[in-house]
């Protein structure tokens, strides 16, 4: 009965990321850094919050769109960090998690044979989305501009079929984010044209020694940003995310995220107003360590001769492992092998991917010290 599934589901596949994963969990003492999650609690107070939800009897439907309290939560969390400017009643939705923002997004902008630019590598949730929304994924090659797409590559890849571009920024894979100048020439090339910005901002909250620019700022009409508190508050299985576009664009996406699930949770709702109130700068304790993590783990891998970009944000490391004439996968999974690490092999993030790995330094600095200890005892003995 299988050929009676959706093609585009039979398409599609899992996760790289998962793939690998969930492979690793068969062998013993791997210590593994693939999974992008903090390792932080949920703060104290959020946590409370949510148990007192619960209490209270915050246990039924709310707004399609979310509490307006959270709404306004939300609004005021992006003017005093960002400069943006939102409406808590009719541009603001609640979503359950980044990824369902990403999804309705899709399915509100995308027809049969609509093409969305993608920076590569990145991501590998997008494609999947794309396509099952009817679409047609193009992968711009950003490894010879450190990870960064520049209006000049999405001006190449223009086609009237374009009918969004993808700024994932800072970037996951990467951790490469875009500075001020970089987005005004994006934004000053998409203005008035008939496409829209999906601005992907989950880590804006973990950038280091900057504040994180949105492309809303100079392109608000025609961009739809994404945040949530998965990074920031350290709230992935809360499942809370944040959708910001202006109103004739977010009236349609609340019809597709209605119909999708009604609304997010009741009970994580209450926890996040707690989150974008009182712990407004929760972020700020975890990316301090994130920061000291990130000097550590890149000054040893260049110390290992890996060629690595310095990253500006969220907790990855890309390092280039092209020279040991492997691919991502087969080196990962030798690596795994003999020395007990685990890292995501590049190829999971699209085809320029290849010749990389990810690290995620979201992780003890007791587990990154062990864990760069057995990748130098692995270069020097095995390649």
């Known amino acids: 009965m299988e050929h009676l599934i959706n093609s585009r589901v039979r398409e599609i596949e899992l996760s790289g990321i998962r793939k690998f994963f969930n492979m690793v969990n068969d062998y013993e003492d791997v210590i593994s850094l693939t999974i992008g999650q903090p390792d932080f609690i949920t703060p104290e107070h959020v946590k409370y919050a949510g148990k007192e939800a619960i209490n209270k009897n915050y246990t039924t439907y709310t707004h399609n769109a979310g509490y307006l309290e959270l709404r ?29 923002a990403i999804d309705c997004t899709f399915r509100t902008l995308l027809e049969e044979g609509s093409e969305v630019i993608l920076p590569s590598p990145v991501y590998p949730g997008y494609e999947p989305l794309i396509k099952l929304a009817g679409g047609k994924p193009i992968y711009v090659d950003t490894t010879a501009n450190d990870f960064k797409l520049t209006a000049e590559l999405i001006k190449s890849h223009l086609t009237e079929r374009t009918r969004c571009i993808v700024l994932p920024y800072p970037s996951n894979p990467t951790g490469v984010t875009l500075n001020e100048d970089e987005l005004m020439k994006i934004a000053e090339l998409v203005e008035g044209k008939d496409l829209f910005v999906l601005s992907d901002e989950i880590y804006s909250e973990l950038v280091y020694g900057k504040t994180h620019v949105s492309i809303a700022s100079y392109l608000r009409e025609q961009t739809i940003v994404i945040n949530g508190l998965s990074k920031s508050h350290s709230m992935t299985g809360w499942r809370i995310g944040l959708l910001f576009a202006p109103h004739n664009v977010a ?31 929760d972020a700020n304790e975890m990316k301090e360590a994130y ?9 040893r891998l260049v110390g290992m001769g ?12 890309f ?12 080196f990962a999974r030798s690596l795994v092998e003999k020395a007990g690490v685990a890292l995501v092999p590049g190829s999971a993030f699209s085809e320029y991917g290849e010749g ?3 690290l995620s330094y979201a992780y003890s600095m007791e587990q990154l010290t062990e864990a760069m200890n057995r990748l130098e005892y692995y270069l020097k003995e095995y390649v």
Request: proline residues 3%; contains cysteine.
């Open 251 to 281: 009236k349609h996406l609340l019809k597709v995220h209605q119909y999708n699930v009604s609304c997010a949770s009741s009970v994580s709702q209450r926890a996040a107003i707690e989150a974008l109130t009182t712990g407004i700068n």
């Open 291 to 299: 920061k000291e993590r990130l000097e550590y783990v890149y000054n």
């Open 306 to 317: 890996l060629d690595v970009v310095k990253p500006d944000g969220a907790f990855y490391l």
């Open 356 to 358: 990389y790995v990810r």
């Open 72 to 100: 306004e939560a939300a609004s005021q969390f992006v003017k005093s960090k960002y400069n943006l400017t939102y409406s808590p009643d009719h541009e603001v939705i609640v979503t359950v998690g980044a990824s369902q």
């Open 319 to 330: 390092p280039n492992i092209k020279k040991f004439n492997q691919t991502s996968f087969d």
